[in-house]
């Protein structure tokens, strides 16, 4: 079984804990000849890594990443590329309290109820400390796709209702919350650090586009490239829902609405609009693909709430240690990765269908 496993041609099989000596990765059918240093992959865990600010966990681990295998004089050799991180910055201790409670919005009872032993330090396997390596994985993807013409960004489009309206790429990695609009960035920060001093957390909108994308990526059916792109943003953590183009939204429109009308512009086709995200039939249209994903406010929360233990009996819980108050700012360069990841495999995919 790999369900540890993700993609088709380019895969990726993650390993390691929260709380545990590290966690790693194995990246098979990355082209040979592609230049790769550490610097590379380092520049996105930077993003995503602990510590960043306060409206982010406290923890601090520097997501130093090392390159095991796969590479050789700076470029790919075609063979498996193994990534690892080692974690520096666990505090298992925090996690004593409750090995035996299941805390609300978590995954203990579902892990304990079907494995029958589960990790409690930080989650173990269930924390989001995983996607450290899905950024990793997502950056080779980035590199090989920026040589095709494909370019990928993220940003937080909304938190606790509070939207951001305009788009302005520059100011992105200018603030704390990775919103495209500084004035809606400082309503989104008081209202997370707000959540925080009370003991909550708030939940909100990442948005992902990629530029540049080439027409026939994606298969008809079971491998569409919509389907795919929603697999791979529905398992990031805390993800409770994906919608592709206008999503949601269509369902007010008419028909006269939603399509996308095509014209012609130098002999190539052009569509007026953006409703089908960039997909039609699942296979890529050459406009931008355009993503978003809805998160739900982080579950380790210090506010008391009620849950049950591993015998039945009714108590209390706060939750200790250092979390995030609010996901999406962290969670921006994952949907980033996972988006780049899709891509670069439906690329591969679509190779092998011409020759």
């Known amino acids: 079984m790999t369900f540890n496993t993700f993609g088709k041609i380019f895969s990726y099989t993650s390993f390691g804990e929260s709380h545990g000596k590290a966690i790693g990765v194995v990246v098979d059918g990355v082209p040979a000849g592609l230049k790769l240093g550490e610097e590379d992959i380092q520049k996105d865990l930077d993003r995503r890594r602990p510590g960043q600010s306060e409206v982010t966990t406290q923890r601090q681990e520097d997501d130093k990443v090392e390159i095991l295998s796969g590479v050789f004089e700076g470029k790919t050799t075609g063979m498996p590329v193994a990534l690892i991180i080692f974690n520096k910055d666990a505090q298992s201790k925090d996690y004593s309290s409750i090995k035996d409670l299941y805390r609300p919005g978590h995954a203990d009872y579902t892990y304990q109820q079907k494995f029958g032993i589960r990790d409690y330090k930080g989650g173990g396997r269930s924390s989001a400390r995983e996607t450290a390596m899905r950024v990793a994985v997502g950056a080779i993807a980035k590199k090989f796709l920026k040589e095709k013409g494909v370019s990928i960004f993220g940003f937080t489009r909304e938190v606790?209702?509070?939207?951001?309206?305009?788009?302005?790429?520059?100011?992105?990695?200018?603030?704390?919350?990775?919103?495209?609009?500084?004035?809606?960035?400082?309503?989104?920060?008081?209202?997370?650090?707000?959540?925080?001093?009370?003991?909550?957390?708030?939940?909100?909108?990442?948005?992902?586009?990629?530029?540049?994308?080439?027409?026939?990526?994606?298969?008809?059916?079971?491998?569409?490239?919509?389907?795919?792109?929603?697999?791979?943003?529905?398992?990031?953590?805390?993800?409770?829902?994906?919608?592709?183009?206008?999503?949601?939204?269509?369902?007010?429109?008419?028909?006269?609405?939603?399509?996308?009308?095509?014209?012609?512009?130098?002999?190539?086709?052009?569509?007026?609009?953006?409703?089908?995200?960039?997909?039609?039939?699942?296979?890529?249209?050459?406009?931008?693909?355009?993503?978003?994903?809805?998160?739900?406010?982080?579950?380790?929360?210090?506010?008391?709430?009620?849950?049950?233990?591993?015998?039945?009996?009714?108590?209390k819980v706060s939750v200790a240690g250092r979390h995030d108050p609010c996901l999406c700012p962290r969670a921006v360069p994952v949907a980033e990765a996972m988006m780049a990841i899709v891509l670069m495999d439906m690329y591969l995919i679509a190779k092998t269908r011409k020759i």
Do not use: C, W
């Not at 992902?208 to 079971?222: D, H, Q, R, S």
């Not at 529905?234 to 592709?244: Q, W």
């Not at 406009?287 to 982080?298: E, H, Q, S, T």
């Open 160 to 315: 606790a209702g509070i939207r951001a309206e305009k788009i302005d790429l520059k100011v992105i990695e200018n603030n704390s919350v990775r919103a495209p609009d500084l004035q809606a960035a400082k309503e989104m920060e008081k209202v997370i650090l707000a959540a925080k001093e009370n003991g909550d957390s708030v939940g909100g909108i990442v948005e992902v586009v990629a530029k540049g994308v080439p027409v026939g990526l994606g298969e008809p059916i079971y491998y569409k490239l919509d389907s795919k792109l929603a697999e791979a943003l529905m398992s990031i953590n805390a993800v409770k829902g994906v919608e592709i183009g206008s999503g949601f939204s269509s369902t007010k429109m008419k028909g006269s609405e939603h399509n996308d009308e095509p014209y012609i512009v130098k002999g190539k086709v052009k569509f007026k609009t953006n409703n089908a995200g960039g997909i039609i039939g699942g296979i890529s249209n050459g406009d931008d693909v355009v993503a978003r994903i809805a998160i739900k406010p982080a579950s380790s929360i210090v506010k008391e709430q009620k849950t049950v233990d591993r015998k039945g009996k009714s108590l």
